[in-house]
């Protein structure tokens, strides 16, 4: 059992001033009030634990290899991501 959920885990980092991305994978169905509350803590992006979902989030990690300029160092702010 994990010390902390992913909402009460997302919770934290927003109310520790972290403002990078968060995805959050869940199993829970759109609708559900336990999903709901887990986007609503302050994730970047939610997606299932499906390939759809896998697959978003090696769409979104890619983004910020493409966003990176060789030397540059990497930004502080991650890239928009538009939410399907």
Do not use: N, W
Request: aromatic share 4%; charged share 25%.
């Amino acid at each position: 059992m994990p010390v902390l959920t992913g909402e009460k885990a997302t919770r934290q980092l927003r109310a520790g001033g972290f403002k990078g991305m968060i995805i959050g994978m869940t199993g829970d169905p759109h609708g559900c009030s336990e999903r709901d509350e887990f986007e609503a803590a302050g994730l970047s992006l939610c997606v299932d634990k499906d390939t759809p979902g896998i697959h978003r989030v090696v769409q979104v990690l890619g983004s910020f290899a493409l966003e990176e300029e060789p030397g540059a160092g990497r930004s502080s702010s991650p890239p928009e991501v538009p939410i399907d």
